[in-house]
């Protein structure tokens, strides 16, 4: 089993698409994904340092349609510059939770305990519950989440995985990091 299968499963790939920053882009490859049947696992999208760019990290269920077509469709769209494909052994990724956790008195310090473990932070405090913000690679958050559930999770929210290639040298003519080895 190849590193990206352990890390996604066999049937998850994760793209980086830069786009033009205009209103409508994220419609219209949303609305590319709903037209075509294609499942997206995870999406998350922000502007990039240059702000008439953005970065949209799509995790796509490659069982849904081959990763080829999906990238052929996305790159006929007007306003898609760049498409890469990141592997996990080729990428820094990272992710995002927010989750509020049931806890007593008792339970309260075992999930500070791990929240500092897991190099998060408390941002919330209730009666009978906190409000815990973690970030770290998915594997990490996947664990925090299953050691938070014997406790009772009151809400979650995870953002999704981010990604960008790892630093190795090359970078391109804008001098940002090259793209990705792989689908371009």
């Known amino acids: ?13 994760l793209l980086s698409v830069l786009v033009e920053n205009k209103a409508g882009v994220l419609a219209r490859v949303a609305g ?8 997206i696992y995870s999406l998350a999208v ?20 081959p990763l080829e077509q ?3 469709q996305l790159d006929k769209l007007i306003n898609v510059v760049e498409i890469g494909e990141l592997h ?9 939770l927010l989750v509020s956790v049931s806890v007593d008195a008792r339970q309260r310090s075992q999930v500070i305990e791990l929240v500092g473990v897991f190099g998060g932070r408390i941002v919330d405090v209730g009666h009978d519950a906190i409000t815990v913000m973690v970030a770290g690679t998915p594997e990490a958050i996947d664990d925090f989440e299953d050691l938070m559930r014997p406790y009772g999770i009151a809400g979650l929210q995870r953002t999704g995985r981010i990604a960008l290639p790892k ?7 804008s001098g940002a990091a090259a793209p990705p080895v792989g689908i371009a």
Do not use: K, W
């Open 1 to 13: 089993m190849s590193a990206d299968q352990r890390r996604y499963g066999p049937r998850h790939r």
């Open 32 to 39: 590319l994904f709903s037209r075509r049947g294609y499942n």
């Open 46 to 65: 922000a502007p990039t340092d240059n702000e008439r760019f953005s970065r949209i990290s799509i995790v796509v269920d490659v069982e849904s349609a």
């Open 70 to 72: 999906v990238v052929a």
């Open 88 to 96: 996990p052994d080729e990428a820094r990724e990272a992710e995002l």
């Open 167 to 173: 630093l190795d040298g090359r970078s391109s003519a």
